[in-house]
């Protein structure tokens, strides 16, 4: 019966097919992990343990994700990136804060300087009608400005000055100042301890601190 017992070597070699074991660790038609002893026991029933006990599904799952979440770990790279922008982020910061304080110290610059530059414009005027104030002066000494539209027009214009800040220096009596004061002539006086400014030839001005022209007086000196 040889021939009998190769056609039953035949069909047992036939019966048998190979067996292929898929160990991936990810699903590739969920996408989701295997559990490492859900593969040993793929032969355990649906809805038990490999030992016959009932599994439950969610503590299943949740045990899974848990496991899959504490076996995450950060790569040494990502970690020395995220160090990286958070260092970053600190430089553009302290740049952001120093453009803001340049900012606002350009900005203290240009109002000090347009106030400078205001100033400076208002001095301008100021000095270039000095001598038509001394012209009113001298025609109000010489009794030219007494009354009549004239006389009007003067104290309007001198008004008009005053509130951009014009001070006349003409005081007499006072002690003599060097910085606004111009002595001429000195005199001996009697009963002086000080130098004092007894006579006023040219009135001085000053805008503010700025003394835009000291007087011209003669001064009374201890005998």
């Not at 009963?191 to 007086?217: F, H, P």
């Amino acid at each position: 019966m040889p021939h009998h017992g190769n056609e039953e070597e035949h069909n047992s070699s036939a019966s048998q097919e190979p067996v292929i074991r898929d160990n991936r660790k990810v699903d590739p038609v969920t996408g989701q992990a295997r559990h490492p002893e859900g593969e040993k026991h793929a032969d355990a029933p649906k809805g038990e343990s490999p030992v016959g006990e009932p599994v439950d599904s969610d503590g299943d799952a949740l045990a899974q994700a848990e496991e899959i979440l504490n076996g995450i770990e950060v790569p040494a790279e990502e970690s020395v990136a995220q160090g990286a922008g958070q260092a970053e982020a600190a430089e553009l910061k302290n740049d952001l804060l120093r453009l803001q304080a340049e900012y606002v110290n350009y900005r203290k610059r240009v109002e000090r300087d347009r106030a400078v530059a205001g100033e400076m414009a208002v001095i301008g005027v100021l000095n270039s009608l000095l001598p038509v104030l001394d012209d009113v002066d001298a025609a109000r000494q010489h009794g030219d400005l007494t009354d009549g539209p004239f006389a009007a027009i003067a104290t309007k214009l001198e008004n008009a000055l005053k509130t951009y800040g014009l001070v006349r220096i003409d005081q007499t009596g006072v002690e003599f100042d060097p910085t606004i004061h111009e002595a001429l002539i000195q005199q001996p006086g009697e009963d002086i301890e000080v130098d004092t400014v007894s006579q006023v030839l040219r009135s001085g001005y000053k805008s503010g601190e700025r003394v835009l022209r000291a007087a011209q007086v003669i001064v009374a000196v201890p005998a």
